[in-house]
């Protein structure tokens, strides 16, 4: 019968629901496994990106829950009929849009566990473990990507696990608004500016909102091509002294590695120089590109972030460990703790009251929080410090591989240097004006976005596009799990079918 059998005794009375019954579980965790190995084994047969049309789903499922249980059997049925084809599957060898959601036996499993003890772990006293583990795993990758010991347990510092970068860069500004304000006085609040480039994600921009920082003292300063679109000292310094000018109060810097639109990368130790003469608070966001900084090789993107406040970036998004999962790292933990602490009587214990334990309600915006270091733990242990720098340079030598592809073609450009396994390029203005006698910018734009958008619509691959500099570009972002060298060959493929398509090349 049903997942939740819903039997009638002598009496007429139903009997009480079971949802936690071990041998059912069992059972139905079969069965969801077995799915999902079956979804990954098939995952580069479906459309890469979903085909269905705004409000398929209300179409297809009732007007309300059911009034008895179904079996899970038929859910499953339902979901591969109703569900799946409204995925756009991330996990799909043949995604290369936005960034990557790496996924893996590890981070699915450590997720099952987290999930399966459903702890609320706020503070050390709800699940010291869960507390605990946290504290040790983040020691163990700050020293992976080499953090000086400023940022980890072992020093004066320590890490905590967010649920994404929003979240981090929202209580890193909320941390140094405190601060500042502590001293300047909370009247002052409109005086405060927030600094980032034009290529800065847009988290921060919403950080600030939401922190109360006067809208107009946002800064986004402008990065130029002749510096690869990273943010400059110069430019920093000159808007910072045109602030202090008009009387205002700088506080905080975000300095990217690896932007959204190019993996631009802003040079951390001249700008954190700067940063550090007029007192502000400097944030690293390397959401995307702190992954690969496990790599020797790519570890020099980190040179000046010891002059930093505060680092994060996104294990979920190129590391093995399933959605969600950002790791902060902050020099002086009480910064935070000040900011968001609140310790009502419910919440009092003796270990809290010690002194000797961390409580990461305090670290954080909600109260309530998952045990995401567990996943975390099991990525590291499983697959160790050597095969993770594998599979991050594998996925590197993959874009490196697509960008010489794009090179041999004359008929395409690659628009900014590639720094990390994202690649931006365009069919060139000149090859638009050849074959369609156009050369201005907005219609080499408009005949990429135009091919794109073909592309997308295949279901083969899936891309995503920037504007820098004015320019629109499509960006090839590998870093799925089950991507291959043979399916970024596949890509260019369709890309070049569709350019011949698009300019009319039979």
């Not at 946002?218 to 990065?223: D, I, L, N, Q």
């Not at 202090?244 to 975000?254: D, Q, T, Y």
Request: with cysteine; hydrophobic share 40%; charged share 20%.
């Amino acid at each position: 019968m049903g997942s939740l059998q819903n039997q009638k005794p002598e009496n007429g009375f139903s009997t009480t629901i079971k949802p936690l019954d071990p041998e059912e579980f069992r059972r139905q965790g079969h069965l969801v496994i077995d799915f999902l190995a079956d979804y990954y084994k098939n995952v580069e047969k479906y459309p890469v990106r979903s085909q269905v049309q705004p409000g398929y789903l209300r179409n297809r499922l009732p007007d309300s829950a059911p009034h008895d249980p179904e079996p899970i059997e038929e859910i499953l049925q339902d979901v591969q009929k109703d569900i799946v084809p409204g995925i756009t599957h991330w996990q799909s060898p043949n995604y290369f849009a936005y960034f990557p959601s790496s996924g893996s036996i590890a981070g699915f499993l450590g997720e099952m566990l987290s999930t399966g003890f459903n702890v609320v772990g706020f503070n050390w006293m709800s699940s010291p473990a869960a507390t605990e583990l946290e504290s040790i795993v983040m020691d163990w990758l700050g020293k992976m990507l080499k953090l000086p010991n400023e940022f980890l347990f072992s020093g004066s510092g320590g890490g905590v696990l967010q649920g994404t970068t929003c979240e981090a860069i929202l209580c890193t500004v909320v941390a140094a608004r405190d601060q500042m304000l502590k001293k300047i006085g909370r009247d002052n609040i409109n005086k405060l500016v927030v600094y980032g480039s034009d290529q800065t994600h847009s988290a921060l921009q919403k950080a600030a909102q939401i922190a109360g920082i006067n809208p107009n003292n946002f800064r986004a300063v402008s990065t130029t091509k002749a510096n690869a679109f990273g943010l400059t000292a110069e430019a920093l310094r000159s808007t910072i002294e045109a602030d202090i000018e008009a009387g205002l109060v700088p506080l905080f810097l975000c300095a990217t590695i690896g932007t959204t639109s190019s993996t631009a990368v802003d040079a951390l130790s001249p700008l954190c120089e700067v940063a550090k003469e007029y007192g502000i608070w400097v944030h690293v966001d390397a959401a995307y590109a702190g992954s690969a900084c496990i790599c020797p090789e790519f570890r020099h993107y980190l040179d000046g972030v010891e002059n930093a406040h505060s680092f994060s970036f996104n294990a979920h998004k190129w590391f093995l460990t399933t959605l969600d999962c950002c790791c902060l790292w902050v020099k002086d933990p009480n910064a935070l703790v000040k900011a968001l602490s609140t310790y009502p009587e419910y919440l009092r214990n003796k270990a809290s009251e010690s002194k000797q334990v961390v409580d990461y309600k305090d670290w954080q915006i909600t109260l309530s929080r998952r045990f995401r270091s567990l996943k975390l733990w099991l990525v590291l242990r499983s697959y160790g410090v050597a095969n993770l720098r594998k599979f991050l340079r594998s996925h590197v030598k993959m874009a490196k591989n697509f960008e010489g592809l794009i090179t041999m073609d004359k008929r395409f450009e690659v628009v900014v240097p590639r720094n990390f396994s994202t690649v931006c390029f365009r069919i060139s203005p000149i090859e638009i004006g050849k074959n369609l006698n156009v050369t201005k910018n907005d219609a080499t734009n408009e005949f990429n976005s135009k091919l794109l958008e073909s592309i997308n619509e295949s279901g083969k691959i899936y891309m995503t596009h920037a504007i820098i500099g004015g320019v629109y570009v499509m960006r090839f972002a590998v870093g799925a799990s089950l991507t291959e060298n043979r399916h970024v060959h596949l890509a260019w493929k369709v890309v070049q079918e569709h350019a011949n398509a698009l300019l009319n090349i039979s």
